[in-house]
């Protein structure tokens, strides 16, 4: 087993990114709720983080970790709430702050701590609080200030015990990869975790879990249900089966491509083509919120047909992954997932319990993972698709001929992107499949065909984009390869838009 260092939960809503900014350290850290002394003392952690939470220290129900953490001799920092906690445990005062505090604000340190080796005297942290430490502890002396939260930091370095009223998880607190990086080595930590190494302790994990057990896996091509499967399959090899619904709406050769990357793994791996069902489904339907309901509920009613066939697995894997547990708030991220992936979870599929090997990890994290796993890098590298595919970029009805048509405009545009070079600058992009026709003239003749979109989209989060100004020949290349060599196109567009007011996709 890896050092590790433990987070203690207490609810705040950047508690994983403090697990991911430990790993990044290359140094395992667990994210845990709740533990009793013993537990924690069974994890043998190297250093303890205490996280922000919603909280008031002296509130009814308030969580607080077992004073005697702070007796392990092992390095705690604590961190918003967690610094609180530190406070009011060891004999400090917390109350509300006259002022609170939330965004932006600068932080300037006092005298010299080993927690702030390296940060400049004088820089900008991300607070969020309402509450603040009015008195340290006895022993403890207070390391940074801001205007209105005198102890915006304190410690009692003889104990190794640090805490700070802001949050140097996210990244708008500028030196807070730095602050982590002196916890780590004030953790002494060797630093020698790698992905690798969390690859091999899960699959052990699993492996002792389900034992002989049957899982099951709906596998969408996508990276996280890809990499979630392939982990699983490492773990209990033929007791998996991965059922790949083909519902005819993916990107050019995409379902030959994960046949054949899941070809190389020992699990079962049943593939249905089931584009001929969708498309009889979607026959006549234009309206966008039907079709993405018809394409959601047809992948469950083709997983269930299978699943019918294998009879009652013990375990059903998801390829969750944290933004979708941040999304769906803790503890419902399956049911989220699902819905956002292939529709909701088959209420019919006997199980007894859900798998979610990647719950801890962040999306870059997942692709680290697969390549450890031995997943081909189209794979891993693969941009975000809709679960609906193709579907929601076609505007209007879902024909063969129109998936046909968006399928090779759509290679024809990707090939030309990662040709220039310019893919991994891009969070996104696609060709859709406009409604619209209009005339055009090729060779003597007249012609009225469809008009393709160009999308290509930058983004940290999804939730908001803007267009990427690419170079105007990848543009026209593309646009001309695309008239010339897709039968049934004469025009190609390029979508400036912003999301907001636009959306990513186009339906
Ligand atoms: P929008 O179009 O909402 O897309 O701006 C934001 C991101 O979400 C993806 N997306 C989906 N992913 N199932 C998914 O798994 C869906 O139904 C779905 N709809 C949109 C989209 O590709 C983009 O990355």
């Given at each position: 087993?890896?050092?590790?260092?433990?987070?203690?939960?207490?609810?705040?809503?950047?508690?994983?990114?403090?697990?991911?900014?430990?790993?990044?350290?290359?140094?395992?850290?667990?994210?845990?709720t709740g533990l009793d002394l013993e537990r924690i003392r069974a994890l043998q952690p190297v250093g303890i983080i205490l996280t922000g939470g919603p909280r008031s220290v002296y509130g009814e129900d308030a969580l607080l970790p077992p004073t005697e953490i702070f007796e392990l001799n092992v390095p705690v920092l604590g961190i918003c709430y967690g610094a609180q906690a530190m406070a009011k445990l060891l004999?400090?005062?917390?109350?509300?702050?006259?002022?609170?505090?939330?965004?932006?604000?600068?932080?300037?340190?006092?005298?010299?701590?080993?927690?702030?080796?390296?940060?400049?005297?004088?820089?900008?942290?991300?607070?969020?609080?309402?509450?603040r430490i009015f008195d340290v502890p006895e022993n403890f002396s207070v390391t940074a200030s801001t205007v209105n939260c005198p102890v915006a930091a304190m410690e009692d370095a003889a104990k190794n015990l640090y805490a700070v009223q802001f949050h140097p998880e996210v990244l708008h607190t500028v030196e807070g990869k730095k602050i982590f990086a002196n916890f780590v080595d004030i953790c002494g930590c060797k630093r020698d975790w790698r992905m690798s190494s969390f690859v091999a302790e899960s699959v052990n994990r699993l492996r002792e879990k389900i034992g002989g057990g049957k899982g099951l896996c709906a596998l969408s091509g996508g990276v996280d249900s890809s990499v979630a499967a392939v982990m699983l399959s490492h773990a209990v090899g033929k007791n998996l089966t991965c059922v790949f619904v083909d519902h005819g709406l993916l990107r050019k050769n995409e379902a030959a491509e994960v046949e054949a990357a899941f070809s190389k793994f020992d699990l079962n791996f049943v593939k249905i083509d089931a584009g001929e069902r969708f498309l009889t489904k979607l026959r006549g339907v234009t309206e966008p919120e039907r079709k993405r309901k018809i394409i959601g509920e047809e992948f469950i009613r083709v997983f269930e047909d299978v699943a019918k066939k294998i009879g009652a697995v013990d375990y059903l894997v998801q390829g969750t992954i944290y933004p979708d547990v941040i999304e769906s708030g803790l503890g419902k991220s399956a049911v989220i997932k699902s819905h956002h992936?292939?529709?909701?979870?088959?209420?019919?599929?006997?199980?007894?319990?859900?798998?979610?090997?990647?719950?801890?990890?962040?999306?870059?994290?997942?692709?680290?993972?697969?390549?450890?796993?031995?997943?081909?890098?189209?794979?891993?590298?693969?941009?975000?698709?809709?679960?609906?595919?193709?579907?929601?970029?076609?505007?209007?009805?879902?024909?063969?001929?129109?998936?046909?048509?968006?399928?090779?405009?759509?290679?024809?545009?990707?090939?030309?992107?990662?040709?220039?070079?310019?893919?991994?600058?891009?969070?996104?992009?696609?060709?859709?499949?406009?409604?619209?026709?209009?005339?055009?003239?090729?060779?003597?003749?007249?012609?009225?065909?469809?008009?393709?979109?160009?999308?290509?989209?930058?983004?940290?989060?999804?939730?908001?984009?803007?267009?990427?100004?690419?170079?105007?020949?990848?543009?026209?290349?593309?646009?001309?390869?695309?008239?010339?060599?897709?039968?049934?196109?004469?025009?190609?567009?390029?979508?400036?838009?912003?999301?907001?007011?636009?959306?990513?996709?186009?339906?």
């Open positions: 087993m890896s050092e590790m260092i433990l987070v203690l939960d207490f609810g705040g809503q950047y508690n994983q990114l403090i697990a991911r900014r430990v790993r990044e350290n290359n140094v395992y850290c667990e994210v845990h004999g400090g005062t917390v109350k509300p702050a006259q002022v609170s505090e939330y965004g932006k604000t600068q932080v300037e340190l006092v005298g010299a701590s080993k927690l702030f080796a390296g940060v400049e005297k004088k820089s900008v942290a991300w607070m969020s609080h309402t509450d992936n292939v529709g909701g979870l088959p209420d019919f599929v006997d199980f007894k319990e859900i798998v979610e090997p990647l719950r801890l990890l962040f999306k870059d994290e997942v692709r680290q993972a697969g390549r450890e796993l031995g997943l081909p890098e189209t794979l891993v590298s693969r941009q975000p698709f809709p679960g609906p595919g193709l579907g929601i970029r076609i505007i209007g009805e879902v024909t063969a001929q129109k998936v046909s048509i968006v399928q090779e405009a759509d290679a024809i545009y990707r090939e030309e992107i990662s040709r220039a070079g310019v893919d991994k600058n891009l969070s996104q992009y696609f060709a859709a499949l406009t409604n619209m026709r209009s005339v055009g003239v090729m060779g003597d003749g007249r012609t009225y065909d469809f008009a393709i979109a160009l999308r290509a989209v930058l983004t940290d989060d999804f939730m908001t984009a803007e267009a990427a100004q690419l170079p105007w020949d990848v543009l026209s290349r593309a646009a001309n390869r695309i008239v010339n060599e897709v039968k049934g196109v004469n025009r190609v567009l390029y979508d400036c838009t912003t999301k907001p007011p636009a959306t990513i996709e186009f339906e």
